[in-house]
């Protein structure tokens, strides 16, 4: 059964630091990079942060060098360290395979608000 359960968001000041993590149904995240997205309002999902099973990672513009991605092979887990948070970061985020489209099945994301 595919799985994908996001969790950690909340509301964080900007500056602030948040640590979003995802368990994955082992179909999706074994042979699959996984990522992090993210939809803010009225905007499109984007593709913020990629890790791939040999480990190489790739990242947006908007979050090189604020935002980590890592993951958990035995756990079958994502993360998500976020640093340097500003408010134009809130969004709903969602972990996935990379790539994924619309058809591919989604979790119900994670809500980070930054605001003071």
């Known amino acids: 059964q595919v799985q994908l359960v996001e969790s950690g968001g909340g509301l964080v000041q900007p500056g602030g630091s948040l640590r979003l993590s995802c368990a994955a149904s082992?179909?999706?995240?074994?042979?699959?990079?996984m990522g992090w997205y993210r939809q803010a309002p009225g905007k499109e999902r984007e593709l913020v942060a990629t890790l791939t099973s040999d480990g190489r990672t790739g990242y947006a513009d908007s979050v090189k060098g604020r935002f980590t991605i890592s993951r958990d092979n035995v756990e079958n887990r994502v993360y998500l360290q976020m640093n340097s948070l500003k408010r134009e970061d809130t969004a709903i985020y969602y972990c996935?395979?990379?790539?994924?489209?619309?058809?591919?099945?989604w979790g119900q994301g994670t809500q980070v608000t930054v605001s003071s």
């Open positions: 996935n395979m990379v790539p994924a489209t619309q058809r591919d099945y």
């Open positions: 082992r179909s999706i995240f074994v042979m699959n990079a």
